[in-house]
Each structure stands twice: as structure tokens, then as C-alpha cells.
């Protein structure tokens, strides 16, 4: 049987999913059993493997565990290496992409405010006021991670810089979530060295061809890389201006990793991800949500997780720097008694601010729950095209569960569609169900392993599919300017002394940013 020690980290190289220990090691030290208390825990942990810190020798390292790269299979390390080297690719196409998309005037609204801010925060303004949103910056989500991004604009002072930040995050978490699922596939490997149960291939017809000449791990492998790779809506999300959610992301599935893996370095994700705005905060409390799931060895941790994050969410209602997040619409889904309260000049209408409007927002919870029901009702729709890309099944895992199912819920708890189906609103979900469906495709692979052939085929024709018929879309959707008219505002951009005041509409004014004055209007 397989057990694990209850400890609060891992040696170093030591894989989270690591090999059985063998009677030996066994015998050498008391071990408790670690078994997870819920079904959703139950996929992610039962895969015959320990979790935890195992006995270690003289050089810190386990005799019974191999690091990372040993209990991956050579083909499954040739995969891992080559998907690295497609994200790799994937950010070079993307950072071209975010060129072409400035000197074609397509940022808005929305990267005039990031933008501004950069600016202004790199030239001494700590605490800028956005002219082209007429407020405070950090009172419209608190992303305080800008500051570190500031003296970027010293490297590189141009407004694509910010959106190669947000393509580098976007391929950081790919990658981080790629190479988890190279871990979970790698078990499958392992657990047949180690003499655990599997049936031989047998059988015929075109799926027994398959599955005798294809290895499945390296298969579940490259099924993830396609899963984030060929998501159409992971390339609409770097496509819409620049947003902290793609960023705080990135800390997310960074802190989920660590956490899973007893690092201390969760930590310093956890700050970062709160400090990426008041949305990215709620990431934070959905990989709490996933820890408690997945069994006692993280319940303890995902508590905290919890409890700093609604601390985090508190504190920065409680100062008003959530404005953006738009409170006024998920009351309005309740109709709830409260009125809203227009606030002239700014994007949003919030009803009270502060705590005031956290509590209106959970007494319209409570009294008119069936309102909420039927609005997400309305969203099904849209929650079903932004899961059915990653491959839909990841919510049936613990890890890949938490943040999902909080982003969708914030995203669909409101009138409009404004959020349920925007991509950058909906980033976190494209990395995390995408992990969740490779490690619940890894937990049937040990039960069923026809059955994991057959879903995957299933979910590999439904990824291109949706690629096929949304990928080539982007372009149209996005270039609005042409190139004759681009050219005269690139000449003109290209003149214009920063210090000069630029009054320009919705649908270009984001390359003008970078500068002390800005005003947009439709």
C-alpha cells in the first residue's frame, strides 16, 4: 500500500507524484497513510503514488524517490522537452502578434489605463490618476504589481513592452501547467515499472492499433500540450489591450504548483498573485479551495490560503480599490432593493463603497438565490465554450476544480455578458481544466485504460475543432484599422511630444498612453 509522510515540504528534487516506496524504505520509519477525503482529491492522489517527503540519504535526497526528470520515461522527457520548445515558439508568435496589434491601433479603453499608469509610475507618479479613466489607478482593481513592471519602461520605453509582459506570463503558465502534466503522466509509467496492475494491450480494430504502438503517457503528455496550444481563446485574451488577470494567472497556477508540491516558494506566488489586483485575489482563494480538496496534506494550507486571500479582498474593499469589479451588476442579477449610486465621470457604478457594498452584494446572495440560478442559467452557453477547449472533464479533479469553478462564478453571477465571455476574464479556467483533464484522463488510465484512449480522442478532435473554427477569426476581430489609416496615426503618434494632450476615440487611443494627459471617449 502507499502512504505519506505529513510533511510541510518535499526535498529537493523530489516530484510531488513520486514512485511507492519499496518494503524497505518502508520499514525503516513509521509512515502514516494519507488518504484523500473527497472523490474530487481521490482522482488527483489515488494513482498508487505517495505524497509528501519520504526518508532522504546523506545527500538530502530520497533512495526510494528520484527527482523529476528520473521517474519521467525518456520518450515522456524527449515530449516534455519538445513542448517547451513549442510555448517557446507560441511567445515569439505571440510577441509579434502584440507588435502588430500596436501599430495597428487596436489596444482601447482598457490598455489606456494600464498604460498610463506605467507610464506615469515609472516617471515618479506612485499614485497616478488615469485621465482616460478620470480616477485614481489603484482604486480601479488595487494591482499594485505594476510598481515592479514600471522600471520596464526604462528597458524598453514603448507600449508593446507591456504586452510582451502579458504574453510572457501567458506562456509561463502554459508551461508550468505542461510541465505538471508531464508529472502526472509520468506516473502511469511509473506505476508499470513498479508492477502495479495493467492489463496488456489487447484487442482490434483501429483504437487496439493505436493504443499497441502509441506509449500513453507520452500521448497524455502531448494531448496537454495540444489543450493549451491550440485553445483559440488563450490568443483572444492576449489580443484584448493588456489586463493583471493574465498575470495574476500566471501566479496562480505558479502558487498551485508550489503548494501542491509542500515548496515554502508558494509563498512568495500567493503575494504575488494578491498584489495583481483585487480579481487575481480571488485565484488565490480558488487554489485554496483545490488544496482543502485534495486531501489532509494541503487541507492546512489551502485553509490559510482561504483566510489570507478574503483578508487580501476585504482589506482592499475596505479602501475602495475595487471599483472595476463592478458590484452594481451582480446585485442588479437579484434585483436587488438596493439602489446604485452613479458616480460621474468614472467606468463602473458601485452601490456603496467599501465593505458597504460587500455586504449589500452577500445580503442579495442570501435573500434572492434563485435569481442567481437562473442567471447563470442564461451563461451556460458561454461556460460550456470556455471549458469545452480546455477539455471540459478537469473540473472532476481537485487541482483543477478550485480556481475554475470561482472564475466562472464571478463571471456568470452578473447581468450581461460582459465578463462570461471575455477570455481574458476567463484566462485561469484555460490553464487549470486543462491540468484537471490530464490528471482525471491519468486516473482513469489506471482503471480503464480503453476508456482514456476513447475520451482523449474525443477531447483531442473537440480542441482542434474549436481552433479550427474561432483561430482564424482573431485577425478580423481585433484589426479594425486599417493599414492606410494606421500609417497616418503612426505618423502622427511619432511626432506628438509626450507632454502634449491627446483627446482620441475608443478604438485607438491605447498606443497614445504613454503620456500625462489622455482622453477617450466613443
Known sequence: DSCAAASPSLPRK?????????????????????????????????????????????????????????ALSRSLRFVRTMGLAVLVLQFVGLAVWSQTLISRFAPGTDFVGYGQAWYLIAHGHLNP?????????????????VLLLAPLWWVWPHAVTLLWVQCAAIVVGEAVAFIWMCEVAGTISEKRRLGGHHKPETGTGWLASIRMKVDLPPALAVLGLVLLVANPWIYWAASFDFHFELVGSC????????????????????????????????????????????????????????????????????????RGSGITEYLQSARSSHPAVAVPGQRHQVVTSGIGGLNSLFHAVFTRPLQYVDTLRSHLLNIYANLAPAGGIGLLCAWGVGVPLVVLLENN???GVLFSATPFQNFPIYLFVALGTIMVLA??????????????????????????????????????????????????????????????THGVVGAFSERTKLISFQ
Not at 275 to 285: E, F, L, P, W
Not at 467 to 483: D, E, H, I, Q
Request: proline share 6%; glycine share 8%; net charge neutral.
Open 14 to 70: 523530489t516530484s510531488w507524484l513520486a514512485p511507492r516506496m519499496s518494503p524497505t524504505a518502508r520499514s525503516q520509519g513509521p509512515c502514516r497513510r494519507r488518504t484523500p477525503d473527497s472523490i474530487l482529491g481521490r482522482i488527483t492522489t489515488t494513482l498508487d503514488t505517495p505524497l509528501g517527503r519520504p526518508d532522504t540519504n546523506d545527500d538530502g535526497d530520497s533512495p526510494d524517490q528520484p527527482d523529476i526528470d528520473g
Open 413 to 415: 453571477l452578473r447581468t
Open 251 to 322: 501566479f496562480a497556477i505558479l502558487l498551485a504548483y508550489d503548494i501542491a508540491h509542500h515548496h515554502r516558494r508558494a509563498w512568495l506566488w500567493f503575494l504575488l498573485t494578491i498584489i495583481s489586483g483585487d480579481v487575481a485575489i480571488t485565484y488565490a482563494m480558488g487554489v485554496g479551495l483545490s488544496a482543502i480538496l485534495a486531501g489532509k496534506a494541503w487541507r492546512r494550507q489551502g485553509a490559510a490560503l482561504i483566510a489570507l486571500a478574503v483578508g487580501a479582498f476585504g482589506i482592499e474593499n475596505a479602501f475602495g480599490l475595487s
Open 443 to 504: 486516473w482513469t488510465a489506471s482503471h480503464w485504460r480503453t476508456l482514456t484512449w476513447v475520451i482523449g480522442s474525443v477531447i483531442v478532435v473537440s480542441s482542434i475543432g474549436w481552433m479550427a473554427a474561432w483561430f482564424p477569426k482573431t485577425s478580423n476581430t481585433w484589426l479594425r484599422v486599417s493599414p492606410a489609416a494606421a500609417a497616418v496615426l503612426n505618423w502622427t503618434l511619432a511626432r506628438l511630444p509626450p507632454n502634449d494632450e491627446v483627446v482620441a
Open 129 to 145: 490618476i488615469v485621465s482616460g479613466w478620470n480616477e485614481l489607478f489603484f482604486k480601479d482593481h488595487g494591482s499594485f504589481v
